[in-house]
């Protein structure tokens, strides 16, 4: 469930319009560079305007100057109402980085300071972090919060399903998959959840009922593809298992599993 989260939209089109502070220079070649250097100089005329600061960091970041947005962050926290920028700043640094246990520490104190105003990617990407480390009671709260200040998303609520089913929790995920279903009929993870719950019960036609609801909602996700397969061959259908199995490699080249799978049916030695 890894989602790339972003913290603030760069409107780089709007940035790289001129202004009587842009700098001409041919040194300047790519639309990212040029909106750098335009609000550098926007800046040199308006120091205090935190919004425009906040831009410019996260362009440097995407730029890769790492050191540069970091400098932005320091002025930024020297004013406490602009604090959980900074801490965003140095939180999408760290995660450039792929330092996740200084990343982890950044987007807690941001969503210390702001709670249920804390931006929702962050608090998502912090959810998120938890889960991957292994920690689905922590991950749970972030999911939970990110799904309060977006109650609209079904992201959050099937986040909070998989930290309950990784808790123990079978029949409180089962709700929360149904619910991330009922928020967006055409979230596919959600049926791969709940037919994952039913396969492990060994309810086989059932499953299969949900991993065809998901390869129909999303017909390029070489998971749903692989989980429908796996279930045809427990039903006893070859062909169309491989079938799936062929279209999941299809659509994901690098997949141990679905390449096992299949190569196992080809042999008649599947169990």
């Not at 990343?103 to 959810?127: P, Q, W």
């Not at 019960?201 to 390869?215: G, I, T, V």
Request: hydrophobic share 45%; aromatic share 10%.
């Amino acid at each position: 469930m890894k989602l790339l989260h972003i913290f603030f939209v760069l409107i780089l089109f709007a940035a790289c319009q001129p202004t009587g502070q842009e700098q001409k220079t041919a040194v300047i070649t790519d639309s990212l560079a040029i909106a750098i250097a335009n609000m550098r100089a926007d800046l040199q005329v308006k120091p205090l305007d935190t919004e425009l600061r906040n831009r410019f960091a996260n362009a440097l970041i995407e730029h890769n100057q790492f050191e540069a947005a970091d400098s932005q962050a320091i002025i930024l926290a020297k004013d406490t109402s602009s604090l959980d920028k900074a801490y965003y700043i140095k939180a999408l640094i760290a995660y450039n980085k792929k330092d996740d246990t200084a990343t982890l520490a950044y987007l807690s104190k941001a969503i210390a300071l702001k709670g249920k105003a804390s931006e929702y990617e962050a608090v998502m990407m912090a959810a998120d972090l938890l889960l991957d480390q292994h920690a689905p009671d922590k991950a749970l709260n972030y999911y939970a919060l990110a799904w309060e200040i977006d109650s609209t998303q079904a992201e959050p609520v099937y986040g909070t399903a998989v930290c309950s089913e990784q808790m123990g929790n079978e029949k409180v995920a089962k709700l929360r998959y149904m619910k991330a279903i009922e928020l967006n009929p055409a979230y596919s993870p959600a049926y791969i959840g709940l037919g994952n719950g039913v396969a492990r019960q060994n309810d086989w036609k059932e499953a299969w009922r949900y991993y065809n609801l998901a390869a129909k909602a999303d017909p390029t996700d070489a998971i749903n593809f692989y989980s429908r397969g796996r279930a045809f061959l427990m039903l006893g259908n070859k062909p169309a298992g491989v079938d799936d199995l062929t279209k999941a490699l299809s659509f994901k080249k690098d997949y141990p599993a679905a390449k096992a799978l299949l190569d196992s049916a080809l042999a008649n030695n599947f169990k």
